[in-house]
């Protein structure tokens, strides 16, 4: 079925970096985009600079509905695609988890992303097109230390996505991972703010670690080894939503391509003094 011009988006989390970079580069590339965030303030300055913003919270499912309602009202029914990229990283051991903050983590990272997604795919299934692609990360796949929360919504999204894949076959309907592993963003810096938030530094038998870490992150010119900017994310994406046979999955920098690399060829007693040591 041919799909309509200007092809339609919608992206959860464009106030900053990822989602705000990809917003405006397929605007500019002839897309019509409809630029998500949560808070008024930062739907009322994505309207000002020109695009087209709704509020969204993932976590409210009034919101979603709210959202989708709309979209669908001003296209006349229809969606390209769907673009979940609105996230944050809930650092802290395992074990200093506290039910209610892992589950604030599944909250925005999955639970949220799943309504939202499923809202889209009957528009999708009837039209008989569209793409769905999730903003992953390389710890989709590579658990890290000290990143728990985090690494368990991204292994829970790359599972629903392999299975909404499946069930999708044939359905006109595609999709897609993006794994990014570091990018320019406020990702590290809402990361610090709710660790800060949750996590009882002094109780933890991890504390000397925590406390180095902390001093690593607060200092100024705090930098993480092969970070790209976002405009990497934003190529990928692209060519998930332009491809005619979209791959399932499409790595963004370094560390996720050796990481991948890696897994496949690595017994797991190996990889794990690996991943570590970083």
């Not at 990822?18 to 409809?34: D, E, S």
């Not at 692609?133 to 790359?158: C, D, P, Q, W």
């Amino acid at each position: 079925m041919p799909v309509p011009s200007p092809r339609t988006i919608l992206i959860t989390g464009c106030s900053s970096g990822i989602g705000l970079c990809c917003a405006r580069g397929l605007q500019q590339r002839g897309y019509r985009v409809f630029a998500t965030a949560r808070k008024e303030e930062d739907v009322a300055r994505l309207d000002a600079e020109g695009l087209e913003s709704l509020q969204l919270d993932v976590t409210d499912s009034h919101s979603i509905d709210y959202a989708v309602a709309e979209v669908l009202a001003r296209t006349d029914g229809e969606l390209y695609a769907l673009f979940n990229n609105g996230a944050y990283g809930q650092p802290g051991a395992v074990e200093d988890l506290r039910r209610d903050v892992l589950k604030e983590q599944f909250e925005t990272n999955v639970f949220g992303w799943h309504e939202l997604t499923c809202k889209v795919v009957p528009v999708m299934r009837r039209q008989g097109y569209g793409r769905i692609i999730h903003n992953s990360s390389v710890l989709g796949f590579a658990a890290m230390t000290m990143r728990g929360a985090y690494n368990a919504s991204k292994f829970a999204i790359e599972g629903l996505a392999d299975t909404l894949r499946l069930e999708l076959m044939g359905s006109g309907v595609h999709v897609i991972l993006i794994e990014p592993g570091p990018i320019e963003s406020r990702f590290r810096a809402n990361a610090l703010a709710h660790f800060k938030k949750h996590i009882d530094i002094e109780a933890s038998h991890f504390r000397e670690a925590y406390i180095k870490t902390l001093q690593r992150l607060e200092s100024e010119g705090a930098v993480v080894p092969f970070t790209l900017p976002p405009e990497a994310v934003l190529k990928k994406l692209v060519r998930a939503l332009e491809s005619p046979r979209p791959k399932a999955r499409y790595p963004v920098t370094v560390p996720t391509h050796v990481f991948a690399w890696l897994k496949r060829i690595l017994p797991v007693s190996v990889l794990d003094r690996i991943l570590v040591k970083i």
